[in-house]
């Protein structure tokens, strides 16, 4: 079983930079497929960025060149620093990982939420 707790959410400005974390408990996330996704009012939940074993990472086109995902093997933790954000980059911002190499992630976290203000 792996738990996953986000942090890092807040209102900020548009062009503004934000770093979010995730924590993870029962795996190591070096072992682990882990991703973002994020979800805002009324639109479906959508992927944000994901890093592999190998440290290969994947961006959503909305956030390439803005977003790095990264983790630190050390604190067993994942990271989304998100620069130059915009209004659209609001939403509720959910850390997942994956035992898989591809198809469905298995676990999510809560949540945290993001507000850029224009």
């Known amino acids: 079983q792996v738990q996953l707790v986000e942090s890092g959410g807040g209102l900020v400005q548009a062009g503004e930079s934000l770093r979010l974390s995730c924590a993870a408990s029962?795996?190591?996330?070096?072992?682990?497929?882990m991703g973002w996704f994020r979800q805002a009012p009324g639109k479906e939940r959508e992927f944000v960025a994901s890093i592999r074993w190998t440290g290969n990472t994947l961006y959503a086109d909305s956030v390439k060149g803005r977003f790095i995902i990264s983790r630190d093997n050390a604190k067993n933790t994942l990271s989304l620093q998100m620069n130059s954000l915009k209004p659209e980059d609001t939403a509720v911002y959910y850390c997942?990982?994956?035992?898989?190499?591809?198809?469905?992630?298995?676990?999510w976290g809560q949540g945290t939420q993001v507000t850029v203000s224009s």
């Open positions: 029962g795996r190591t996330v070096s072992s682990l497929r």
């Open positions: 997942a990982a994956s035992l898989s190499i591809g198809g469905n992630y298995n676990y």
